[in-house]
């Protein structure tokens, strides 16, 4: 039926092309290598006062979460889809919950949750310079 639709509204698909600089993806590719700079700083272990509350997760929460996850978004580095989140809620809430509690008691957020996929992605059908992207920043779904 798509294919239809195609034929009778003379549809064509374009894609973005950088036919007239050469230069453009060595540009791009400088531009946003400082994204990819490692982080070198080590994790620090604070001890939170006496007096105060660490935040507790259930893993009901963490498993409602789960299931309420898009599974049309986009992975993030880790590569695992919405779907399989959703899909395996009452498998993962119990692991994903003690990380979550264990991140939260010692105030400190795994190293695997910081990165990021860094997509250019063109906002014109035709690429002339680097402001014709913008960044989208893919991040883990877990740690969202």
Excluded: H
């Excluded at 009778?8 to 050469?22: F, G, L």
């Excluded at 910081?114 to 740690?143: E, F, G, H, Q, W």
């Amino acid at each position: 039926m798509w294919k239809r639709i195609q034929a009778i509204t003379n549809y064509r698909k374009t894609s973005p092309s950088c036919d007239s600089d050469a230069a453009l993806p060595d540009a791009l590719n400088d531009f946003y290598v400082w994204f990819e700079a490692q982080n070198n700083t080590e994790a620090e272990n604070s001890i939170p006062p006496q007096n105060d509350q660490v935040l507790c997760l259930t893993v009901a929460e963490v498993m409602r979460t789960l299931r309420g996850v898009n599974p049309r978004k986009a992975a993030g580095p880790d590569n695992i889809p919405g779907r399989v989140l959703r899909e395996c809620a009452d498998q993962l809430a119990d692991v994903l919950t003690d990380i979550f509690n264990i991140s939260l008691s010692c105030i400190v957020v795994p190293t695997c949750f910081k990165t990021t996929t860094i997509v250019p992605v063109p906002k014109k059908s035709t690429v002339s310079c680097l402001n014709d992207y913008r960044i989208v920043a893919l991040t883990s779904i877990i740690m969202k």
